[in-house]
């Protein structure tokens, strides 16, 4: 950043906005798009400044961390080898200490070939398991009723509502 875009950037930040702008003529247009490319420019520096230093923490995080993970890894590896054993010695066993607890969950895991599924409940007649989902095509109903109309009947569409939407954009050269 030059010295001319920085005197700029210091003259926005010290501006105070509760005076209010008006744009009367291109001139004031003009300048106030100066002011928001420059205080773009430097939002953007403060974001990379901000990404670099959160890089830099998030690489120092898991250095420092790297080795305490392996451990919690063992740790963990070495009660769930004894829990196992002891579980298989007793079922009823449970390790449950003041610092924590091992406990054991079971549950199924279900994978399904929809295909072979539906032609199953289509040939014994379980019609109410298999979902039928309607949905309009969209991008046909636009060609087909321009402006929501029936052009072949002139008759409205009933369901359409068509909003005109409006959108500005600035773009900072």
Do not use: C, H
């Not at 200490?97 to 599924?117: M, N």
């Amino acid at each position: 950043m030059n010295l001319y875009e920085q005197d700029v950037i210091n003259e926005v930040l010290e501006e105070n906005l509760e005076q209010g702008l008006e744009v009367t003529d291109n001139e004031i247009a003009t300048s106030i798009m100066k002011r928001l490319k420059y205080v773009n420019m430097l939002k953007e520096e403060n974001t990379s400044i901000a990404e670099k230093e959160i890089q830099k923490i998030k690489v120092w995080k898991d250095e420092v961390n790297g080795e305490i993970d392996q451990k919690i890894k063992y740790y963990e590896e070495v009660l769930l080898e004894f829990y196992k054993k002891q579980q298989e010695i007793n079922p009823k066993y449970k390790l449950d200490t003041p610092y924590g607890k091992v406990t054991k969950r079971k549950s199924k895991k279900w994978s399904y070939d929809e295909d072979a599924i539906i032609e199953f409940l289509e040939e014994n007649m379980y019609i109410d398991m298999i979902n039928i989902e309607k949905s309009i095509k969209k991008n046909d109903i636009k060609k087909a009723f321009p402006e929501g109309i029936d052009k072949s009947t002139g008759q409205v569409v009933d369901g359409i509502t068509i909003v005109e939407d409006v959108n500005y954009n600035i773009k900072l050269t």
